[in-house]
């Protein structure tokens, strides 16, 4: 044999034992803590058709087209108004923080907890933050978190600092919050009630939205638990919402997920919100309320 072919096949071995060595592939599946990872920050070369719907306003809702701010460009108490369908009406004069809408029904936090249901306000507590509401069931925190069903309110947790509550259709998912001894560092512990149980879901970590037993939250990106598997759909982002496994969120803009595609709607925005694939969000530096409807030019 002579020394171009032993050339060759020494090659060859080192090329092969190269590509076996250990009995691993250079393909591999890293799966961590059992989640899975969505097709993250998908382009669409579409654009989305956004409409501006007040010129002053924070912290919008929306549901079912219908869609609820407070007044003003700063985050000081402001009058609210709803907007359906091209008309603007003001449903609440000033003192009135951020409001939450479920099918025509409004609630939101001043001098306690009021609740709008078309035509009447009501005040069902004399105080309390944080309110949400689903179904004409309201949800807030006032030394624990309290519940009324159309009658009559239960304190489902007694924490001392319980924040963020957010309901659907009878399931409530919070926060409680501790304030620890080091320069005032916090843990967190979720839970969630689905009407007669609280469960613990987990440690340090803010769940942010729920929709019909699914949620989402900031933690090294945008997760989305769909009920029995976390799926990171954003590398990073802050304030998810989500509705009907429809998720969206900020980061340098507003983006989009439908469960598959992620879409850009705009350059800047915060705090955004869904309903039914469209979706409401304000502009911090201007003011502004801005709506798409789901549909592109």
């Known amino acids: 044999m002579n020394f171009k072919k032993l050339l060759v096949i020494f090659s060859l071995i080192i090329l092969v034992s190269g590509c076996t060595d250990g009995g691993d592939s250079e393909t591999s599946i890293e799966i961590d803590s059992g989640d899975s990872q969505a ?12 409409i501006k719907i007040s010129e002053n306003g924070r912290s919008p809702d929306i549901s079912n087209g219908q869609i609820v701010w407070k007044d003003g460009k700063t985050g000081s108490p402001g009058p609210l108004y709803l907007w359906e369908s091209s008309t603007t009406t003001k449903i609440g004069d000033g003192g009135s923080y951020s409001a939450v809408i479920d099918n025509g029904q409004v609630v939101w936090q001043d001098n306690g907890i009021n609740l709008w249901d078309g035509s009447t306000t009501t005040k069902i507590a004399s105080i309390g933050k944080y309110p949400d509401i689903s179904n004409g069931q309201v949800v807030w925190s006032e030394n624990g978190i309290n519940l009324w069903d159309g009658s009559t309110t239960t304190k489902i947790s007694d924490a001392s600092i319980s924040v963020s509550s957010k309901i659907s259709n ?11 001894a080091d ?6 512990e979720t839970y969630l009630w689905d009407g007669s149980t609280k469960t613990k879901l987990s440690d340090n970590r803010e769940i942010r939205d729920i929709s019909n037993g699914q949620m989402v939250w900031a933690d090294q990106g945008i997760n989305f638990w769909d009920g029995s598997t976390t799926t990171k759909i954003s590398e990073n982002g802050k304030s998810p919402a989500i509705d009907n496994g429809q998720v969206v969120w900020v980061k340098n803009g507003i983006y989009f997920w439908d469960g598959s595609t992620t879409t850009k709607l705009s350059e800047s925005g915060s705090r955004p919100k869904i309903s039914n694939g469209r979706i409401v969000w304000y502009e911090y530096t201007e003011g502004g309320i801005y709506f798409w409807d789901g549909t592109y030019e």
Request: aromatic letters at 14%; glycine letters at 6%.
């Open 183 to 188: 320069y005032g560092n916090r843990e967190y």
């Open 170 to 180: 009878g399931q409530v998912v919070w926060y409680d919050m501790k304030e620890l």
């Open 39 to 50: 097709n993250i920050e998908e382009k669409s070369e579409k654009v989305p058709h956004i």
